[in-house]
């Protein structure tokens, strides 16, 4: 089932015209350089959109020029870590089709005060569903954690999703429509 729900939201965010594609990447940077969360952190954790998955290219380029420390995952067999990303970053493919940084230094997961998370869908209740690899999920599971919020197209909300206990709660979700902390 939940293979037929990621398929589907999927292909609707690819199938967002390269217009609504942009628009969606500016207005999630204008509302995150907005948000007093966000800027009260000192490092944070970003992605490298695939799939159609919002670009967090204006973000991040707005956290370099506030000084913000930036990092992006790294997949290693049934692990994750964030690693240092700066514009002189090199980045290869990985084999799911996903950047990721080429011997840059890791990032202590403690160190990150947010990281704004990719997503297949969500609901208001800030469940997540993401590739189904479960990589956040294992990374955040503990407290403390950082701020996660999710990074989502307004075409990816579900009313409701199947969860697990396992499944790590966002704090918040950004989309072109704002930031929307969940209650």
Known sequence: MSDNIRQNFRAARRALSKEAQREHASAVKNAVS??????QATVIGCYLASDGEVDLGPTIKLFWERKIATAVP????DSMSFCAYTKDTDTAESRWGIREPIASSTIDSNDLGVVLVPLVAFTDQGQRLG??????????????????????HE????KKLASTESDVLLDGVVSENGLVMVP
């Open 155 to 158: 075409i990816q909300r579900a």
């Open 34 to 39: 907005d948000s007093f969360l966000i800027r």
């Open 131 to 152: 590739r189904g690899r479960g990589y956040y999920d294992r990374m955040f599971k503990s407290s403390p954690r950082p701020l996660l919020i999710g990074v989502a």
């Open 74 to 77: 790294n997949v290693r067999a």
